[in-house]
């Protein structure tokens, strides 16, 4: 997903007016109500948690770096003229605050009993799924101690960068939290060697690297890395471990298909240089395994390319009503074909006017290596087609030509939002054969009622389909596929909590049926951009790979450590990933 053009929201500037029922600051967790033979990890109350001296020893063997976790909004509460809406939907701003996740939905316990909930201005806070303590990781040995600290008291982990996950994966209640935001080395070389192999020009980055500065740093070199549309996701965190998309991808193929080495400090607590001749298995898992299941990145290295001049167009078409969206669909799913030969990428985002029958198709085009001319040429038989159209005006259209570096450059995320989202990687097949399907399946899902949009990426084809013989992790539906494809569902902090859970669970229960029919019923999602209620995520997120990234989580995970929503092992944890079920 990209933020480069604020989208419109249902939520903006309407948080104001709530009630909040009493709720218990610590809430009760299930861990304690769960017969003993059963697994948990320790929590307040628990015989085996640490006590304050246990806390403070750690502490003082990390340099002071533990810190107490405050959700965003208790942050905002106690901070000396509160938050700005401004400040809110900041993802720089937000990144500076440890308990912060981008989407606040993920700090809410909704599914706790009694649920722990924490509001902007609101009047109680509870915990909710924060963590309840961080280290403030600046070295390996605070990761190497931290691990081993969670180890031995047996504590739930959470690891984050820049908690930008859309699926919550870097929160967890009652866990310990390493916060990799502060590993902040970046180095380039051009003759970066894995044993005597040299793999050429490369870029080193450590886990709290923000892509804006990859691309800053790139540009000073006269390189360019594949990066996501996004000014704060980590280049080597979560980003890396689901695969990467990019608008560089159908030129240079998905981020995780350039990497050369990860140093990762793993459950043990031993840091390792993992590439392809050490720790081989554990290289295929990090790109493209899912993010957070198999121990702290410390830094990842990938390759980058010469950088070059190409031109971003942004187009915005508006519909008059949901059956001229529909044949727009279908015209614009004929003529992705028109980006394949210069491998360009396109973010076809349709959000819907909540107020009348208009819905707008926004298409963020990046030209690769394309002058203004010729990005027009590429884009003249759409753009013609579509205005032929009964229904269809171009409301805005701006033409771009600069270094890619500052097109991918971004000044901030516009975040804050509660939001989940359910996504599927829509194969060539669809496009080639049947886009008509497309416009159908659109309609169908404007009629029912979209609480945002459906937001589009042809980030696929070209260097990403011509990359399938690299042996990873990474889910081969991506290397069939044309575009990757997100609903979103988005609600205030106002809606009574049925209501909430109805949203959360939307893409499954109604949107999924739909989509389905342009997807194909086995189709695949790129796990980074999904929904976290995926029930058979096993195949949906890494399809035939499942067992042998099993196989390699028992190797370097035994104890389940490393335990993420709808991630490798996952199946053997409730929820919270605090008991065994
Ligand atoms: C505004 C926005 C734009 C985006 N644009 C794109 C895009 O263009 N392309 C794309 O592919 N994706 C995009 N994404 C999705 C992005 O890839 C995921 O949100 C990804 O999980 C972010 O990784 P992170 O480490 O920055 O986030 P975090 O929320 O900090 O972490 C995400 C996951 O990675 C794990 N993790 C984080 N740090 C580490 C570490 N040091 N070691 C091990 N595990 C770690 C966490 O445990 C969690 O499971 C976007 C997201 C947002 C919010
Ligand atoms: C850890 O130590 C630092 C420095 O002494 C202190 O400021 C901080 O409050 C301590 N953290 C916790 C959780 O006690
Ligand atoms: C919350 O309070 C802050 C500070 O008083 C204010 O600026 C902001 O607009 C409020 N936000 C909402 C959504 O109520
Ligand atoms: C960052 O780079 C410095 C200088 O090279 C080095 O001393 C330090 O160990 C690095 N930090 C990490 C976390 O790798
Ligand atoms: C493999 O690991 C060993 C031991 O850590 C290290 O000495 C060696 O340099 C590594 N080799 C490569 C190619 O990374
Ligand atoms: C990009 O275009 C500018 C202006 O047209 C030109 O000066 C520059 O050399 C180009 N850069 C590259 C890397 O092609
Ligand atoms: C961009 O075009 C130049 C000049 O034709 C070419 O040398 C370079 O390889 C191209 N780069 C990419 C990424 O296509
Ligand atoms: C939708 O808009 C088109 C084009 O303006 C119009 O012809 C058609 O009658 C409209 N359909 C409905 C159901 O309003
Ligand atoms: C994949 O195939 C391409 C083209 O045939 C080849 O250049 C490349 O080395 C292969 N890569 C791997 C990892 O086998």
């Known amino acids: ?54 806390w403070n020893a750690l502490n003082a063997s990390i340099s002071g770096r533990l810190v107490t976790m ?114 902040l080395n970046i180095s380039f070389t051009d003759t970066f060697f894995v044993g005597d192999q040299n793999m050429g020009f490369a870029a080193t980055v450590g886990s709290g690297v923000h892509s804006q500065v990859v691309y800053q740093q790139s540009k000073a070199n006269g390189r360019i890395a594949v990066g996501g549309s996004a000014a704060t996701v980590c280049a080597a965190g979560g980003y890396l471990q689901g695969a990467g998309h990019s608008a560089l991808a159908p030129t240079f193929g998905l981020a995780a298909d350039n990497v050369f080495e990860f140093h990762i400090v793993v459950a043990s607590g031993e840091l390792l240089k993992v590439n392809s001749v050490n720790n081989t298995d554990l290289f295929y898992a990090l790109r493209g395994g899912g993010a957070g299941s198999w121990g702290v990145i410390v830094s990842a290295t990938f390759r980058t390319f010469p950088t070059f001049n190409s031109t971003f167009a942004s187009i915005t078409l508006t519909a008059t009503n949901n059956t001229a969206m529909a044949s727009l669909a279908t015209l614009h799913a004929k003529h992705l074909v028109d980006f394949d030969a210069s491998r360009s990428s396109q973010y076809f985002y349709l959000i819907k006017d909540p107020s009348s029958a208009t819905s707008t198709m926004t298409l963020s085009n990046y030209m690769i290596n394309q002058t203004i001319t010729q990005s027009q040429e590429i884009l003249a038989p759409f753009i013609k087609a579509a205005q032929a159209l009964p229904g269809i005006t171009i409301t805005a259209s701006s033409y771009t030509y600069a270094l890619i570096n500052d097109i991918l450059f ?22 080639r054969d049947s886009p008509d399907v497309v416009g159908k399946v659109y309609q169908r899902l404007l009629d ?30 991506w290397r069939t596929a044309k575009t990757h494809v997100i609903l979103i569902n988005e609600w205030l902090d106002s809606l009574p909590l049925p209501q909430i859970d109805t949203i959360r669970r939307q893409f499954q229960d109604s949107q999924l049926p739909i989509f389905e029919q342009m997807a194909g019923p086995n189709a695949g999602a790129y796990s980074n951009e999904a929904d976290i209620m995926e029930p058979n995520f096993q195949t949906t997120f890494f399809g035939p790979n499942y067992a042998k990234l099993s196989a390699i989580k028992r190797k370097y995970d035994p104890d389940d450590l490393f335990i993420v929503r709808t991630g490798v092992g996952s199946e053997r944890w409730d929820e919270w990933g605090l008991c065994m079920v």
């Open 70 to 183: 405050v959700p965003s909004a208790k942050f905002c509460a106690t901070r000396a003229g509160g938050c700005t809406d401004a400040e809110w939907t900041s993802a720089v701003f937000r990144s500076e605050i440890p308990g912060a996740m981008n989407q606040p939905n993920w700090e809410q316990g909704y599914d706790l009993t009694p649920p722990s909930l924490c509001y902007l201005n609101g009047t109680t806070c509870g915990q909710g799924d924060d963590p309840l303590y961080s280290v403030e990781a600046e070295t390996v040995a605070d990761i190497q101690t931290a691990v081993k600290f969670a180890a031995a008291h047996n504590l739930r982990v959470a690891v984050k960068a820049s908690g930008h996950d859309y699926l919550g994966r870097s929160t967890a209640p009652f866990s310990l939290l390493i916060h990799t935001s502060k590993l």
């Open 410 to 431: 971004q000044q901030d995320d516009s975040v804050g939002f509660n939001l989940v989202m359910g996504s599927r990687l829509i194969p060539a097949a669809t496009y």
């Open 448 to 477: 029912q009622g979209l609480t945002l949009g459906i937001l589009g990426h042809l980030v696929a084809g070209g260097q990403v389909a011509a990359n399938s013989n690299i042996s990873s992790a990474v889910n081969p539906a």
């Open 1 to 54: 997903m990209s933020t480069r053009r604020e989208l419109p929201s249902l939520s903006m500037g309407f948080l104001d007016a709530l009630v909040l029922p009493l709720l218990c600051a610590l809430s009760s967790v299930r861990a304690a109500e769960t017969s003993k033979t059963q697994m948990c990890r320790n929590v307040p109350g628990s015989a085996g948690y640490p006590n304050a001296a246990a």
